[in-house]
């Protein structure tokens, strides 16, 4: 049975880092595509970042370009968002999901599995 654990959320100061870890049970993260995504209080969910479940291709929202990092520890089956130079509009709460699919994807209906979400918050 598939399940997503999401993990280390914390409140950090502006212009920190941090990482959040993805634990997956249940299948092979390889065999997925796996994204992460934010809902900060009253917005909707966006897509974070993703990765290819084939050769390890990233994809990520323009408004992390450049400071966010997707990755996969097939060993661990777990998958990382390193987050760096946070901001104050980074504060939401993150999740991980899976969907199986052709091609990576930030949007939101094409995933299939849900972990429960990881709070961050970013002081300013």
């Known amino acids: 049975e598939v399940q997503l654990v999401e993990s280390g959320g914390a409140l950090v100061q502006l212009g920190g880092s941090l990482t959040l870890s993805c634990a997956a049970s249940?299948?092979?993260?390889?065999?997925?595509?796996i994204g992460w995504f934010r809902q900060a209080p009253g917005k909707e969910r966006e897509g974070v970042a993703c990765?290819?479940?084939?050769?390890?291709?990233?994809h990520y929202a323009d408004s992390v370009k450049g400071r966010f990092t997707i990755s996969r520890d097939t060993a661990k089956n777990t998958v990382y968002l390193q987050m760096n130079s946070l901001e104050p509009e980074d504060t939401a709460v993150y999740y991980c999901?899976?969907?199986?699919?052709?091609?990576?994807?930030?949007?939101?209906?094409?995933?299939?599995?849900w972990g429960q979400g990881t709070q961050v918050t970013v002081s300013s």
């Open positions: 999901a899976a969907q199986l699919g052709w091609r990576i994807s930030l949007a939101s209906e094409e995933y299939d599995y």
């Open positions: 249940g299948f092979i993260i390889d065999a997925y595509i």
């Open positions: 990765i290819s479940s084939s050769d390890g291709t990233t």
